[in-house]
């Protein structure tokens, strides 16, 4: 043979040398890889998907809370500040309403901040575990 070395047809190719050698180490117990070089668990993955999914949730609710503020304040200007509107509340024609959405508006803009904060927490807490390595 010209140009080829003398022990080049007792090579085997590169890819059946892999799967020979791959085969003996798992025969042998040596891991393939070591756990630096594995990617991430089962269990960190599922973990950052479910902290990924609570951190949307909590961030689109912090937003939602704002927007339903916003609409609470507004129906309380039109309703309930009006000169009819006192006059419902001191006659009771209203049914309490105002009174609950004042209730109500205070409540979401106490658990605001909080949602916003969870959901930044929750998104760090999900990049950690999906990418540990």
Sequence with gaps: ???????????????M???????????????LMSDSQAGPSIVGIFAGSLG????????????VAGFAIDYIDQRIED???????????????DEGQCDEGSTTRDLLAAIKMPLLVLGIIFGLLAGFATYQN
């Design 1 to 15: 043979m010209v140009g080829h070395p003398t022990n080049a047809c007792r090579r085997l190719p590169d890819a």
């Design 52 to 63: 990924f999914i609570l951190c949307a949730v909590c961030i689109v609710g912090f937003f």
């Design 79 to 93: 309703d309930c500040d009006s000169t009819t509107g006192e006059i419902a509340q001191i006659t009771g024609a």
């Design 17 to 31: 040398a892999l799967q020979l050698l791959a085969a003996e180490e798992v025969r042998r117990g040596v891991p």
